[in-house]
């Protein structure tokens, strides 16, 4: 049996902790395991209500570089087919993708910054987007990109018919953007000395300029609509 009202939250890379989520279900006085993939040891999942997975540098398809990932895979597998409800986040989303065969492959340009993911008709009537109003003011980092899953409902998209959200069976979701960040988390990803540089030296002064302006524009819209999307989840998961 789960623990009582017990979450699963795994991380792959410091920079992208738990944030919004772990202070939603603080909010809710929802005790959460905090997890690093790679490090630590992951126990059975069915000790667990809800499984939540971060995002992080790594890349699925390369088994040689993150062969744990391979673990991980099957595990998150395993876990989705013993119904636990689960939410995964850029990378946490491509691992859903990639543990039920779908394809993962690199885009030819990295996609940073925030956008605003148009919901499908499945998706506006899915209860994970309850309370939204048509769309949801979303953030991307991201290299890679997923395609879905056979017999995966697809909820989301951006302009140009990109893959943003769907779900499998009816208690797994992967979305493509983060949800997960606050003020704190993007202020480091984007100011943070050595992080600043390398964005700078891999995408351009102009490029960093621009997410800067959407921040300050944008931020509020997302940190709202992430929070009632987050919510929702935890309400699926019949956690509140």
């Known amino acids: 049996m789960p623990d009582t009202k017990r979450v699963l939250v795994l991380q792959h890379i410091v920079e992208n902790p738990a944030g919004r989520v772990g ?4 909010e809710y006085e929802i005790p959460y395991h905090l997890l690093h993939v790679g490090k630590d040891h992951l126990p059975d999942p069915t000790r667990y209500q809800t499984i939540v997975v971060l995002g992080g540098t790594q890349h699925v398809y390369d088994r040689h570089r993150y062969p744990y990932t391979v673990h991980e895979e099957t595990y998150l597998h395993q876990a989705i087919k013993q119904g636990i409800p689960y939410l995964g986040m850029c990378l946490g989303g491509q ?18 910054g925030f956008l605003r993911v148009q919901f499908t008709e499945a998706g506006l009537d899915d209860p994970l ?6 769309y949801q003011q979303a953030f991307q980092w991201h290299e890679d990109a ?12 951006h302009t140009g018919g990109s893959n943003q959200a769907f779900r499998y069976e009816q208690h797994a979701y992967g979305l493509q953007y983060h949800v997960e960040l606050t003020e704190e988390m993007l202020d480091t990803w984007l100011h943070d000395p ?3 540089k390398a964005f700078i ?18 931020f509020p819209t ?4 992430s929070s009632i999307m ?10 509140i």
């Open 95 to 112: 691992l859903l993708a990639y543990a039920f065969q779908a394809t993962v492959k690199k885009l030819p340009k990295v996609h940073i």
């Open 194 to 196: 050595s992080l600043k």
């Open 201 to 218: 030296d891999t995408y351009g002064i102009d490029e960093f300029q621009r997410v800067e302006r959407e921040a300050i524009e944008l």
């Open 146 to 157: 997923f395609l879905l899953p056979a017999g995966a409902v697809s909820l989301a998209h």
């Open 222 to 225: 997302y940190a709202q609509h």
């Open 23 to 26: 202070f939603i279900l603080d």
């Open 230 to 239: 987050l919510k929702n989840f935890f309400s699926i998961s019949e956690l």
């Open 129 to 134: 987007y309850k309370g939204l109003p048509g």
